[in-house]
T-cell receptor
Framework: DARVTQTPRHKVTEMGQEVTMRCQPI?????VFWYRQTMMQGLELLAY????????DSGMPKDRFSAEMPDATLATLKIQPSEPRDSAVYFC?????????????FGSGTRLTVV | GEDVEQSLFLSVREGDSSVINCTYT??????LYWYKQEPGAGLQLLTY?????DMKQDQRLTVLLNKKDKHLSLRIADTQTGDSAIYFC???????????FGAGTRLTVKP
């Protein structure tokens, strides 16, 4: 089965360090999402792209977060500088509008711990 | 408040039916979804329903949609211990391309 690949699976870093999370969407999917999951806030949409162009990043703290798609096979989410409150699981999801549904496939997530 | 609301917990006995409920607020939502998340994993699409349908059945899963009340439910027949997970309801608002999730319902199945 085709899958969305996220790396790393786990990341522990010190406060103030830069963190880069990567996502390889499913080949042929033209929409890529970044979500953050915490116990307190649940699933939050951070940003999403269509055909590599950013459509909405209003859910993302602009001063420290940035999301890019350098090419169709790679999406990145960077945090600089990282803070303890950024500790969460970050999910990437990809999808494309089909004739019948608009569901997305999620990666397994990157569990980030900032100490 | 949240756009999509779900109760947080549900506990059932193995073999019983589970019903997970969800309410949404955007009447223009075209598709509504149920996702399942097992511990340490991402979200897995279980099923979806188009807004012009009121019911969809897929093996042990039955989705009911009441557009008038903006209410969506997921029924799992003959619930098994492997069904224990968090279940998320989600909508795609009519004018947007994103997907909005509820907080998730944690289903616990007791033997």
């Amino acid at each position: 089965d085709a899958r969305v690949t996220q790396t790393p699976r786990h990341k522990v870093t010190e406060m103030g360090q830069e963190v880069t999370m990567r996502c390889q969407p499913i080949l042929g999917h033209n929409t890529v999402f970044w979500y953050r999951q915490t116990m307190m806030q649940g699933l939050e949409l951070l940003a999403y792209f269509r055909n590599r162009a950013p459509l909405d990043d209003s859910g993302m703290p602009k001063d420290r977060f940035s999301a890019e798609m350098p090419d169709a096979t790679l999406a990145t989410l960077k945090i600089q500088p990282s803070e303890p409150r950024d500790s969460a699981v970050y999910f990437c999801a990809s999808g494309s509008r089909t004739g019948r549904s608009y569901g997305y496939t999620f990666g397994s997530g990157t569990r980030l711990t900032v100490v | 408040g949240e756009d999509v609301e779900q109760s947080l917990f549900l506990s059932v006995r193995e073999g019983d039916s589970s019903v997970i409920n969800c309410t949404y607020t955007d009447s223009s939502s075209t598709y509504l979804y149920w996702y399942k998340q097992e511990p340490g994993a991402g979200l897995q699409l279980l099923t979806y329903i188009f807004s012009n349908m009121d019911m969809k059945q897929d093996q042990r899963l039955t989705v009911l949609l009441n557009k008038k009340d903006k209410h969506l439910s997921l029924r799992i027949a003959d619930t098994q211990t492997g069904d224990s997970a968090i279940y998320f309801c989600a909508e795609t608002p009519g004018n947007n391309n994103d997907m909005r999730f509820g907080a998730g319902t944690r289903l616990t199945v007791k033997p």
